[in-house]
């Protein structure tokens, strides 16, 4: 795994020194280096995808996708932004923890494509997408029915339940438990199946893009995507549509609510 902790050398030195003087973070350990790259790498996700969101359905195209009353306050937006900011150090934990047990060996995780050939590299894509899919399907589903643990970690996001709550800043609005908890099947899937690490590291930085995207209320209409029009349901009737990048989990195991079945009832 000596490429791999090349890599991850690599990735620190070019966030890290980027963003901070060389005496401020050389001498940390590899481990705690890490964790301040996936810090930061964190926090330039959720503002800079969440601003420039923000920005655009609500004040460049103002009311053009949203109607006036569905646009969420400043205040509302503040909240979500002060819930995730108190997350974030743990959230950063988790991918770190992942590299390192990547790092020393204990996973599936490999180096380079050419390790495995590239239809075997898609083939275990696919596999550890629907690994992914299924795990946090599941751990969101148990968020709601072990009612404990909705009481006590999932509740925290679901008090934004309607359009005029939600925004792309309640995408990582969790109580710091709950959030790691449905990444965990990311860090599962590393055990069970190879996976590019390059790869494993998009996925966890699209995880931060996505959950930003399924919060702002616009119905995109991408088949099979589990869009905002689906995850606004979710936090509406608090019992559909608990799947991830796309609805199939929903159709399986029957929890999916189409945004149409719902105007229709509406009407």
């Not at 009481?151 to 609005?173: E, M």
């Not at 189409?258 to 009832?265: E, G, L, R, S, Y």
Request: glycine share 4%; with cysteine.
């Amino acid at each position: 795994m000596e490429d791999i902790l090349t890599e991850t050398s690599f990735y620190n030195r070019l966030v890290l020194g980027a963003f901070l003087p060389n005496r401020v973070w050389d001498p940390l350990p590899h481990f705690l280096q890490t964790w301040l790259r996936n810090y930061i790498g964190a926090n330039l996700i959720y503002f800079v995808s969440g601003f420039l969101w923000c920005f655009y359905i609500y004040y460049l195209k103002r009311n053009v996708y949203l109607p006036k009353d569905a646009i969420p306050s400043t205040k509302s937006m503040l909240l979500q932004i002060s819930v995730a900011m108190k997350a974030m150090p743990w959230y950063s934990l988790l991918p770190t923890v992942s590299e390192y047990m990547i790092e020393n060996g204990w996973t599936r995780c490999f180096a380079r494509i050419s390790d495995v050939s590239w239809p075997a590299y898609l083939m275990y894509l696919i596999v550890y997408l629907v690994i992914v899919e299924f795990g946090i399907y599941w751990m969101h589903r148990e968020l709601h029915d072990i009612k404990p643990l909705y009481k006590y970690l999932h509740a925290t996001h679901h008090i934004y339940n309607k359009q005029n709550t939600l925004s792309p800043f309640a995408g990582l609005a969790f109580h710091p438990l709950d959030g790691i908890l449905q990444a965990v099947p990311h860090v599962i899937a590393l055990f069970l199946v190879p996976i590019h690490f390059k790869m494993h590291i998009l996925l966890i930085c699209m995880e931060g893009i996505w959950t930003a995207n399924i919060h702002d209320c616009i119905d995109a209409k991408l088949w099979p995507a589990m869009g905002a029009g689906y995850h606004t349901i979710h936090h509406t009737t608090y019992r559909h549509n608990y799947g991830h990048f796309t609805i199939w989990m929903d159709w399986m195991f029957g929890t999916l609510r189409h945004p149409t079945d719902d105007d229709m009832k509406k009407m």
